[in-house]
């Protein structure tokens, strides 16, 4: 098409059906048990829900792959941090209507659903590519997914699929994008601020002031007071663990934990220090990967409990366990538990140290009523 046929084409008419293929589209709903004679009415819900899923599968890897693309940058534009917050919301949002979707499932009863899944074999949700590459665009580590009847969940796609999910795997995901921006945050060298010593001084006297409460308590017997101030010790030895770079890297090799040793205490550091206007942005940008993280997990758990409803502890007709495989990936799926652990370590804002003031003028945004400054 040449450049006069292309600014042409700019001002041509086009039609509703015809933006949309609707033809395509609204032809692409096939009822197996109709072709078998047999045809079953609530098939038809069955197929379209299944593929608006993919629908928004798609537009979900779209939202991801442009957050990836703005974090792959050494020198990342602050204002991409505003539009990464954006576009995760938006991946937020289509997740609740997923979550919801399953009630308009749930509308078919087990015995409507047995009237045609005998068709489905050996077809299932299990090979859905957009599903596993939306996983692996979070992060979603492969030596931390539950096999598939003792096999790589991979194993149902052919070559070229599989190669593009190690390659999303190896590095091109969030996780490791996050990861990277983590480690490069300038925040972490504040100029006359030694953060990580701060911050274990002030873990010291926080832990002090709590042992000596219970210790001092009225209400307490000494059986509970021993038992408590042995639960401090406990949260003592996570803190302890964030403390020693060597041990946390010990603990990401192991695959316990996923973020670096720098990439941790920079997530604990905005975290902490939130308040401060320009942390404000990237601080968000954590807490919506956690909601992005916390609504997958809510959707494998409501799956699990639609297939156990439908089911019961029938096989899948992938031939996976079916709810007991769905409800095992619900707990152990988690993408950024590291980012969730973050909570472990945080402590009050009455115990938190004080940053110097021209720190605080370089985290804020300050005014000059001289417009020459």
Do not use: C
């Not at 042409?8 to 933006?19: G, I, L, M, N, R």
């Not at 990464?84 to 749930?106: H, N, P, T, W």
């Not at 979603?140 to 997914?145: A, E, V």
């Not at 695959?255 to 604990?268: N, P, V």
């Amino acid at each position: 098409m040449t450049d006069q046929d292309k600014e042409q084409k700019k001002f041509t008419a086009v039609k509703y059906a015809d933006y949309l293929h609707l033809e395509q589209l609204l032809g692409a709903q096939k009822r197996r048990s109709e072709e078998l004679a047999t045809p079953a009415h609530d098939e038809m819900l069955f197929i379209i829900v299944h593929q608006v899923y993919e629908l928004w599968f798609k537009q979900i890897i779209h939202e991801l792959k442009s957050v990836i693309g703005m974090f792959e940058s050494d020198n990342i534009d602050e204002r991409n941090i505003g539009i990464a917050v954006g576009r995760l919301s938006r991946v937020i949002d289509i997740q609740k209507l997923l979550i919801e979707q399953i009630r308009v499932m749930e509308s078919m009863t087990p015995l409507d659903f047995l009237d045609f899944r005998n068709y489905l074999f050996p077809a299932s949700g299990f090979q859905s590519f957009q599903f596993r590459q939306m996983e692996a665009l979070l992060g979603l580590p492969p030596d931390n997914r539950i096999t598939y009847n003792n096999s790589p969940y991979s194993i149902v796609f052919n070559e070229e699929e599989r190669a593009e999910l190690q390659a999303i795997e190896a590095g091109g995901n969030l996780l490791k994008a996050v990861e990277s921006w983590l480690e490069r945050t300038p925040f972490l060298e504040l100029k006359g601020f030694n953060f990580l010593e701060q911050y274990k001084a002030a873990v010291q006297k926080m832990t002090e002031k709590e042992q000596e409460a219970i210790k001092a308590s009225l209400f307490l017997s000494d059986h509970e007071k021993e038992m408590r101030i042995q639960l401090i010790g406990n949260t003592q030895t996570y803190f302890q663990n964030v403390f020693d770079e060597e041990k946390h890297e010990e603990l990401v090799a192991d695959g316990r934990l996923r973020l670096s040793y720098k990439a941790t205490i920079a997530a604990l550091l905005l975290n902490l220090y939130r308040d401060e206007p320009i942390l404000h942005m990237p601080f968000n940008l954590l807490q919506k990967l956690m909601d992005v993280d916390e609504f997958l997990t809510v959707w494998r758990y409501r799956h699990a409990q639609m297939v156990l409803r439908m089911l019961g502890m029938k096989v899948g007709t992938g031939g996976s366990s079916g709810y007991s495989y769905l409800h095992k990936t619900a707990v152990e799926h988690h993408i950024y538990i590291d980012l969730h652990n973050i909570s472990t370590l945080l402590i009050p804002r009455s115990e938190l140290p004080d940053l110097p003031e021209h720190l605080k003028r370089e985290l804020g945004f300050y005014f000059t009523s001289n417009p020459l400054g």
